[in-house]
């Protein structure tokens, strides 16, 4: 199976305007794309109830189906929709959810990832997508820069600079994210995972 839960850490540090920090143990799902349907088992449903599920509606659109939202989406930022591509997201439990963000990895032909399209949610309700590009700085470790676009918290300001750092492997994933204010590091963010 080429999907995978990685388990492990978040951790959150706000600097500006009170230093705050905190912790805990999280999971993340891998869902390789080309093998989606395979997903669907005794616990683990779209568009249906279930211990695990998601519903197509949470990620990337309206459309009828998941696939259809991401195909959309790919249109829409000009990625050829033959890439290989992985969903990292943490699925509803018991129809619950909560899921700040979710990813989209777009991988080239040598199975590097080469670009993020990053969902991120807010506190009220509102949705953005960061089309970020990504730069392999070393072995399985790539950066990436975009301007922030939407209130997240009521600490920060709605526009910044948010600076990405991804490393993936068949074993191992962090995604971490630091918000900048006029070159001040206000936030630094990551889930590191096995």
């Given at each position: 199976m080429s999907h995978k839960f990685?388990?492990?850490?978040?951790?959150?540090?706000?600097?500006?305007p009170v230093e705050h920090s905190f912790k805990y143990k999280f999971?993340?799902?891998?869902?390789?794309?080309?093998?989606?349907?395979?997903?669907?088992?005794?616990?683990?449903?779209?568009?249906?109830?279930?211990l695990f599920s998601f519903l197509s509606k949470d990620h990337f659109g309206k459309?009828?189906?998941?696939?259809?939202?991401?195909?959309y989406l790919l249109k829409a930022h000009n990625i050829d929709k033959s890439s290989k591509i992985h969903f990292i997201t943490l699925p509803r439990i018991m129809n619950f959810v909560f899921n700040p963000i979710s990813l989209l990895i777009i991988k080239n032909k040598d199975n590097r990832?080469?670009?993020?399209?990053?969902?991120?949610?807010?506190?009220?309700?509102?949705?953005?997508?960061?089309?970020?590009?990504?730069?392999?700085?070393?072995?399985?470790?790539?950066?990436?820069?975009?301007?922030?676009?939407?209130?997240?918290?009521?600490?920060?300001?709605?526009?910044?600079?948010?600076e990405f750092t991804f490393k993936y492997t068949k074993d191992a994933m962090l995604i971490k994210i630091d918000l900048f204010e006029n070159k001040n590091r206000m936030l630094s963010a990551y889930f590191n995972g096995n």
């Open positions: 990685f388990d492990g850490i978040i951790y959150h540090k706000r600097f500006l999971f993340m799902l891998d869902i390789d794309l080309d093998n989606i349907k395979t997903l669907k088992n005794g616990l683990f449903s779209i568009n249906r109830f279930n459309k009828e189906t998941f696939l259809e939202n991401v195909e990832p080469t670009k993020l399209l990053a969902e991120v949610h807010n506190y009220n309700g509102g949705r953005v997508i960061y089309d970020v590009d990504l730069e392999e700085i070393k072995a399985n470790k790539y950066k990436g820069k975009i301007k922030k676009d939407m209130y997240v918290s009521p600490f920060f300001n709605r526009v910044g600079d948010y």
